[in-house]
């Protein structure tokens, strides 16, 4: 049985930093990413990583955040520095089987950042 979990939400300041963690069980995954939905929004990719750590990131966070996976502990992290208001959103840990690229979701974390 997979499980996605995420952890590391919270509430900082502009400017400040966070470190989102999701931890994956239950099987070998290729792809792992995290998304995110802002309210009244559609959710949409913030960063993702392949299994061998080729990294893709949506313009709006390209410089400031950076994802990085550890697969010995099936563990993806998001490390966010330089926030703004609007990074504020639930984010979702998405991974990927890695044989039948089926897809999973964690149940999100969610980050706010005051304007």
């Known amino acids: 049985q997979v499980q996605v979990e995420e952890s590391g939400g919270g509430l900082v300041q502009p400017g400040g930093s966070l470190r989102l963690s999701c931890v994956a069980s239950?099987?070998?995954?290729?792809?792992l990413g995290w998304h995110r939905q802002a309210p009244g929004k559609q959710r949409e990719l913030v960063a993702d990583i392949t299994s061998d750590s080729r990294t893709n990131y949506a313009d709006s966070v390209k410089g400031r955040f950076t994802i990085s996976r550890d697969n010995d502990k099936n563990t993806v992290y998001l490390q966010m520095n330089s926030l703004k208001p609007e990074d504020t959103a639930v984010y979702y840990c998405?991974?990927?089987?890695?044989?039948?690229?089926?897809?999973?979701w964690g149940r999100g974390t969610r980050v706010t950042v005051p304007s």
């Open positions: 998405y991974v990927e089987h890695a044989l039948s690229g089926t897809g999973y």
């Open positions: 239950g099987s070998i995954f290729s792809r």
